[in-house]
Nanobody
Framework: QVQLVESGGGLVQAGDSLRVSCLVS????????MGWFRQAPGKEREFVAA????????NYADSVKGRFIISRDDAKKMVDLQMNSLKPEDAAVYYC?????????????????WGQGTQVTVSS
């Protein structure tokens, strides 16, 4: 069983930076692809970024490319999402996700585990 616990959300102003983190419990963290999704009120859940294990390949949504950076520390069992140049449209609940398969995908159905989410609010 894998549990994901997010932290680091909060209220920031447009243009600010914020880091959200995900602590993973479970024995096989190193073999999971990890990622982040987000969901704003009234909108569908949206892929943000993902990182594979091993070669740490990354994939980003076009809306965050160049502003967000996903990273992982397998020893600490943590995944971070560094968010820079935040915009009001980045405001959402951010969810940490884990996929046991060896792939990077933006399909939320492919992810086996989800955290409870952390709120990010961006004021204009």
């Amino acid at each position: 069983q894998v549990q994901l616990v997010e932290s680091g959300g909060g209220l920031v102003q447009a243009g600010d930076s914020l880091r959200v983190s995900c602590l993973v419990s479970g024995r096989t963290f190193r073999s999971y692809t990890m990622g982040w999704f987000r969901q704003a009120p009234g909108k569908e859940r949206e892929f943000v970024a993902a990182i594979s294990w091993g070669d740490k390949r990354t994939n980003y949504a076009d809306s965050v490319k160049g502003r967000f950076i996903i990273s992982r520390d397998d020893a600490k069992k943590m995944v971070d999402l560094q968010m820079n140049s935040l915009k009001p449209e980045d405001a959402a609940v951010y969810y940490c996700v884990a996929d046991q398969a060896l792939r990077i995908t933006a399909d939320p159905k492919k992810y086996d585990y989800w955290g409870q989410g952390t709120q990010v609010t961006v004021s204009s």
